[in-house]
């Protein structure tokens, strides 16, 4: 089956919202819709598509690659004029084959006042699947 972007989706040619430097369909983008959807080769890769997802308002995504077993029923919409300002990985480290741990940092801004959150994420790998767990945030700082 074959999924289109949403009619507000922005162009995949401009750059992913990761800071990878690729246009968004070269990366995050291919994990977003179409016949690589939802398979993110690693937990890093994951964590950087939901990085992705949150800045384009992507919550059924969101969604997808929350395990179940924490995943909420329903997210809700961004804050009104909350910009995301950038991604920075950390570490990727790697338990074994099928868990993994990514620490990053998000910067964001919201009426003026900048945020950023750091964040050490746990990730599990089931059925060929990369799936968010959960994570210890060491808060916000304003």
């Known amino acids: 089956m074959s999924r289109t972007a949403p009619p507000d989706a922005p162009p995949a040619h401009l750059p992913c919202p990761c800071g990878s430097g690729q246009p968004l369909a070269k990366c995050c983008g291919r994990w977003h819709e179409g016949a690589q959807r939802l398979l993110a080769p ?78 050490l994420s746990r990730f599990v790998r089931e059925g060929g699947r990369w799936y968010y767990v959960d994570g210890d945030v060491d808060g916000e700082v304003g």
């Not at 890093?44 to 059924?60: G, I």
């Not at 990053?104 to 964040?119: D, M, P």
């Open 42 to 119: 690693t937990a890093e890769a994951l964590m950087r598509s939901r990085y992705s997802a949150f800045v384009l308002d992507r919550r059924e995504y969101l969604l997808a690659t929350w395990h179940p077993s924490t995943r909420p029923s329903e997210l809700e919409a961004p804050e009104p004029g909350l910009k995301w300002l950038g991604l920075q990985v950390r570490a990727h480290v790697p338990q074994d084959a099928d868990h993994a741990t990514v620490e990053f940092v998000a910067r964001s801004k919201l009426s003026g006042r900048a945020h950023r959150l750091q964040e």
